[in-house]
């Protein structure tokens, strides 16, 4: 799962690195790239015990995706970024790792989205990345990875039905991705 994440923008936007849940994203949806608060706040929304959720959805699990309620009536999106953080160790003591792909470029997260109305009727469009099982690459660092999609298949991710996409809820193919310690990223109160 995406710790926090760095992002070379389109040309006329400044990169951004180290970019924390809560904060806006640039988010790719049916209707092109939009800005997106990265997290979903689930107002109205219940666990499978018909509890409030009370916490901020910043990931959700790819196994649970289409069954858990308090994914229901959410969109698609795609994240695009150069690549994620994760940090390892003890607190106060942790190492930043940077995870990117091997050969440059960008990776493609899979994402649910949604609009949040808040007090006086701003409407706040959200967004949570979707994470599976690590792939061998980055197992020895965290239990958990960001479905990463081909280019080819993102229309299929925001189109398709949940037949068609659950299929693409898998490991990034081991062997893409260049994992390195990362020792100028600053992780606030670790």
């Known amino acids: 799962m995406p710790g926090r994440l760095f ?27 939009e800005h997106m608060r990265w997290g979903i706040i689930p107002v109205g929304r219940v666990n499978a015990r018909g509890r409030p959720v009370m916490e901020t959805l910043i990931n959700a699990r790819s196994e649970t995706l289409f069954d858990k309620s308090a994914y229901a009536n959410t969109g698609r999106a795609v994240v695009p970024v150069n690549g994620w953080y994760e940090w390892t160790g003890e607190k106060r003591r942790k190492i930043a790792w940077r995870i990117a792909p091997k050969d440059g470029g960008f990776l493609w997260f899979a994402a649910i989205s949604d609009v949040w109305v808040a007090p006086g009727g701003t409407n706040v469009p959200q967004v949570a990345t979707v994470t599976c099982a690590p792939n061998a690459d980055v197992a020895p660092i965290h239990h958990r990875m960001g479905v990463l999609l081909d280019p080819a298949y993102i229309p299929l991710w925001l189109n398709g039905s949940v037949e068609d996409v659950t299929t693409l809820m898998r490991p990034w193919p081991t062997g893409r991705l260049r994992i390195e310690e990362a020792k100028d990223v600053d992780w606030q109160g670790a």
């Open 7 to 33: 992002l070379t923008t389109p040309e006329g936007l400044a990169p951004r690195h180290n970019i924390a849940p809560g904060q806006q994203i640039l988010t790719l949806t049916t209707t092109g790239y």
